[in-house]
């Protein structure tokens, strides 16, 4: 059964309901204290769930949903400040997940680069470069290389200092929480930079985690990555391998990003969210959380309902 899932920090009202989905059975209301309410039909299930301060409606149904459908209803709650997510099956019970994420914008608030640039003064070098990339002026591996050069002498005692200053996205605390809580894993697939992902490792439950190494002489940066850069498809890669190592099926993977650069891994996985995600990831998935926050990832679990 497909689920479609209603998010606000609001309680979603009956009313509305009706009025987004006009097919529902017009008995469906439930005049029980409870938080979890179950009705059917010959169409639909209808439960509700409500978890960590937020609000969630599931809707159970055969019929699946094509993009335009679930970007028309989107849009429509969008006026409620309600998120909709649409996916074929939600974590099954009792079975180990895997949740991939972006570092820089998801798991935390700051993107890391801007911070060591300011720092090291060359904050406006480095933007100038960014705002090229985004127009389309250059690749990510391109730009990515062309930012680090900026960092040519940055002191590796500057990583642990601005590392100091990172703070995670909200929700983000509740997610260490409950997927350890469900027995699943978590990993981290980063566009930025390892010292950052070393020292976040040592104080949160990450179960493995990939980004860009630097160059480091006498303990300096040299402005040069060392290795492989993780780019779009170096993230999808390492979704499927690491999955397939912990003998997880895809199904059973969430993908989480807010950049175009996520899109890849985002579509890999059984379920690919993006949060407060920009528009080059949006025209590429089709499920993103707008008005909510990271702790609504719990509603992907069965357990949930």
Partial sequence: MNSLLLISRSPISDSLLSKTFPNLNSDFTNKSTNNLKEVSDSHS???????????????????????????????????????????????????????????????????????????????????????QAMEGGMGFD????????????????????????????????KVFQFVKGNGSKLGILSGGFTPVLQLFSEKYPVSFYRANGLEEVNGKFTGEIFGEII??????????????????PLEQVVAVGDGANDALMLNAAGIGIGIHAKSGLKDQIINWIDFTDLSALVFLFEDTF
Avoid: W
């Fill in 45 to 131: 299930q209808i439960l509700r769930a409500e978890n960590f301060g937020l609000h969630c409606v599931r809707l159970l149904q055969k019929e699946s949903l094509t993009r335009d459908q679930v970007v028309t209803i989107r849009n429509q709650l969008a006026e409620n400040k309600i998120d909709f997510i649409f996916v074929r099956s939600l974590l099954p019970k009792k079975k180990e997940s895997l949740f991939v994420f972006d570092m820089d914008s998801t798991v935390i608030k700051e993107e890391v680069i801007d911070e060591l640039a300011r720092k090291h003064g060359v904050y406006e070098a480095v933007a100038t470069v960014t705002k």
């Fill in 231 to 248: 780019n779009r498809e170096k993230k999808e890669f390492y979704l499927k391998q690491y999955a397939k190592d912990l003998n997880i």
């Fill in 142 to 173: 391109e730009a990515l290389r062309l930012r680090v050069k900026h960092l040519c002498g940055l002191s590796k005692e500057s990583f642990k200092e601005v590392y100091d200053l990172l703070t995670l996205n909200e929700g983000m605390e």
